[in-house]
């Protein structure tokens, strides 16, 4: 993952509703969600909630599908992964790491 990429993947999640959609999307897994189901459950207009998912879209981090009337969205895992694997590549220069220890610890 280049660093354009993580940038703009970062940016799109540093907003509180952005940040929802995508953890309410990672919680869904890879079936995702209905984007009536996501303004539901996180109480956001549907204007709103499409300008958000427009912009993790455009960042990579959700992926749409239709399915009749419905648009589902999903998170993209494969991003999620590379945007994780790109922030903890170089951790603890190499040696052992606790981060995981640490990030279970933290829930």
């Known amino acids: 993952m280049n660093s354009n990429t993580v940038v703009r993947a970062l940016g799109a999640l540093a907003h509180e509703s952005r940040l ?24 956001v207009s549907p204007s709103s909630l499409s300008f958000h998912l427009k912009d993790l879209s455009h960042a990579g981090l959700v992926d749409a599908r239709q399915d009749g009337r419905f648009i589902f969205y999903s998170a993209n895992f494969g991003a999620m992964s590379g945007l ?6 170089n951790c603890c220069e190499g040696g052992t790491c606790s981060a995981s220890t640490v990030s279970k610890r933290s829930r």
């Open 84 to 89: 994780i694997g790109f922030l903890t590549e």
């Open 20 to 43: 929802a959609i995508f953890r309410a999307l990672v919680v869904a897994g890879p079936e995702g969600l209905a984007a009536g189901d996501i303004a539901q459950q996180l109480g």
